[in-house]
């Protein structure tokens, strides 16, 4: 354990990721108050829409009021979603947007299925989009999906992951993420791929995007600080998952993430209590109980508390 860092960035998904798989349509009025139920936990990181056709994802309609609306950045990174130039010109016009991501997926069959697109063309699309981005004065981060696996294809060639992620660091991605898209991903795999991509890129580039399809997120996410990641994206509640992979849901809870953090004396500049806070939000804002363990204990640990509270009134 002496070789963990001292400190990790918690990227949060939740706004984006998260909602996008809702089945309730989210009012923007109701996906701001999570923004600032967010930002009162100590989150810096934030990634707020996707600026996509409402005809693939309806949830993120909205993405222009909601950019608008967004508080002032300072201190404070709002991403979002850009899946060609036309986005990143709507990105563009919200100062708040201070990181555009561009996304596409390590398996042919997964990328022509969520973006309509070979892996050579979106490549040679970002080619246009990423400079753009980074002369406009924009961070980019780079989402490749399935790189442990895909839900058509199966295992995916971790080399052709790499060589992926490589090219959109020459591009000028400041930071790719790594996505276990259907969270088939186990720990000696995750230590593997690690090492694997770390011969090749620094740390500082890579960030893992964990699912907790099958209860390894956070076991997986070890394994990558013991490697030297420490960027690593997650979701308020454990909302979201991948609507064009099977099976995919569950993203890796925030709460979760950050109590393991802790619990190893990583810091993280949250806190744990407000975090959950947020995620009582995020519970009324998606109608239904959420996955998050963490959260989960958190809520039923407040309501004893609040009944001894009221008996010890009564008494």
């Not at 995916?156 to 090219?167: G, N, S």
């Amino acid at each position: 354990m002496s070789s963990l860092p001292s400190r990790a960035t918690v990227y949060e998904v939740g706004l984006r990721d998260g909602l996008q798989n809702e089945a309730r349509l989210v009012p923007t009025s109701e996906k701001l108050a999570l923004v600032h139920a967010l930002l009162g936990t100590g989150l810096r990181r934030l990634e707020a829409t996707s600026f996509v056709s409402p005809k693939w994802i309806p949830q993120l309609g909205d993405a222009d009021e909601l950019a608008r609306e967004l508080p002032p950045s300072s201190g404070v990174d709002f991403g979002a979603l850009v899946p060609n130039v036309r986005g990143l010109k709507r990105a563009l016009r919200y100062p708040q947007i201070t990181t555009v991501a561009v996304f596409l997926s390590a398996s042919e069959t997964h990328n022509r299925h969520n973006v309509n697109r070979s892996i050579a063309e979106s490549l040679k699309g970002f080619a246009e989009v990423i400079p753009a981005a980074r002369a406009a004065g924009r961070d980019v981060r780079a989402y490749v999906s399935t790189v442990w696996g895909c839900p058509f294809e199966g295992q995916v060639d971790p080399k052709k992951a790499l060589d992926i992620a490589v090219e959109l660091h020459r591009l000028g991605a400041t930071q790719i993420s790594l996505g276990d898209t259907i969270g088939i991903g186990n720990p000696g795999q995750i230590a593997r791929l690690c090492e694997l991509f770390l011969e090749r890129l620094p740390a500082g580039a890579l960030a893992l995007h964990l699912h907790d399809t099958r209860g390894t997120a956070l076991a997986n996410a070890l394994m990558g600080l013991m490697a030297g990641i420490t960027t690593f994206d997650a979701s308020v509640g454990g909302m979201g998952g991948c609507p064009y992979a099977p099976g995919a849901s569950g993203n890796l809870a925030t709460e979760d993430l950050v109590y393991m953090l802790h619990g190893l004396d990583i810091e993280t500049g949250i806190d744990l209590s407000k975090l959950v806070d947020a995620g009582l939000v995020a519970r009324r804002v998606a109608g239904r109980d959420l996955p998050g363990r963490y959260l989960t204990a958190a809520v039923a640990e407040r309501r004893v508390a609040r009944a001894k509270a009221e008996a010890n009134r009564g008494a």
